[in-house]
């Protein structure tokens, strides 16, 4: 850790570009006084005018939340935005190569990429940059629109090591049952001694620690399904493809559920900061012994 400091990093395009405002200002200061509440600094990362920023200044995130002119860069887009000089959102693939350049073990995030589902067959980069970073990564599990077991199975096939936290099962991000089995973790001190002998072991790859959102905004697996298979179907005759699949499904699962998805993102948000934030703090005290 950097100074010995318990840090946890956080992605931006989550304010960006995947929450619309005032949802995105709710979901910021939420995190990060979840993050600080526990004593730990958080810290936004993003392109700045070009520059790689790990942490943001207050007039900068007014200018992230704002959302004009911020692009979505990810892992394989940061040294073009930094040529061109322009401002960029981090997503999760991104913000861990970011983190981990400068040396923060832990990042907090709503849910990760992965593999879609028929017929678009894109895979998220955030899989690979998962594969060979050695960082703790904090979320409700992939987005709800992938596919989960063809992600689960490839995220097994990249050695990328799972630990669910007060869960034997990989969440479905807007709910807690998705049928796929994971190894069962309740302390938040146990993730930090997994990580440590990941590091004994000299394994690459980052250690994904999955929670459910909390039980009283959970939706039902049914209506998620109802509303993703809807809005693909919808997304295919708008011929929507590439990066805009994500977005334009998001909001479409949030506008069927009449605004509960978005309820259920802020509150997982929230809730994945405040254990990235026990997770760092346990880090820290591994590094002072």
């Known amino acids: ?43 936004v990362t993003a392109i700045v005018k070009g520059t790689p920023a790990v942490g943001l200044m207050d007039e900068e995130l007014e200018r992230f939340l704002g959302r004009d002119g911020i692009e979505k860069v990810s892992a394989r887009d940061l040294a073009q935005a930094m040529a061109r000089g322009v401002d960029g959102a981090t997503t999760v693939a991104a913000a861990i190569m970011l983190a981990h350049s400068a040396g923060i073990e832990v990042l907090a995030t709503g849910g990760i990429g992965g593999v879609h589902r028929a017929p678009a067959y894109d895979e998220s980069a955030d899989l690979a940059e998962l594969a060979r970073t050695s960082i ?19 995220l097994d096939t990249l050695g990328v090591t799972i630990a669910g936290f007060g869960t034997s099962e990989l969440p479905a991000f807007y709910g807690a049952e998705s049928g796929i089995p994971v190894q069962r973790v309740d302390e938040p001190a146990m993730i930090a001694s997994i990580f440590k002998a990941k590091r004994e072991l000299g394994q690459t790859g980052a250690l994904l620690v999955v929670q459910p959102p909390p039980a009283q905004y959970a939706l039902p697996a049914s ?22 699949i994500t977005p334009f499904l998001l909001a479409y699962v949030d506008k069927a559920t009449s605004g509960r998805a978005r309820e259920v993102n802020l509150a997982l948000l929230e809730q994945n900061a405040a254990l990235a934030a026990s997770i760092a703090v346990e880090l820290t005290r591994f590094a002072l012994r």
């Not at 992605?11 to 730990?40: C, D, H």
């Not at 992939?142 to 992600?151: G, N």
């Open 1 to 43: 850790m950097v100074e010995a400091k318990p840090i946890v990093a956080l992605e931006s395009s989550v304010f960006a570009q995947g929450l619309p405002s005032p949802a995105n200002r709710t979901a910021a200061r939420t995190m990060i006084e979840a993050i600080e509440s526990r004593g730990v600094i958080p810290l």
């Open 136 to 154: 703790v990564v904090v979320c409700s599990g992939p987005k709800a629109i992938l596919d989960l077991r063809a992600t689960s199975e490839r």
């Open 223 to 244: 209506v998620v399904e109802r509303a993703v298979v809807e809005g693909i179907r919808e997304s295919t005759r708008a011929g929507i493809q590439g990066a805009a």
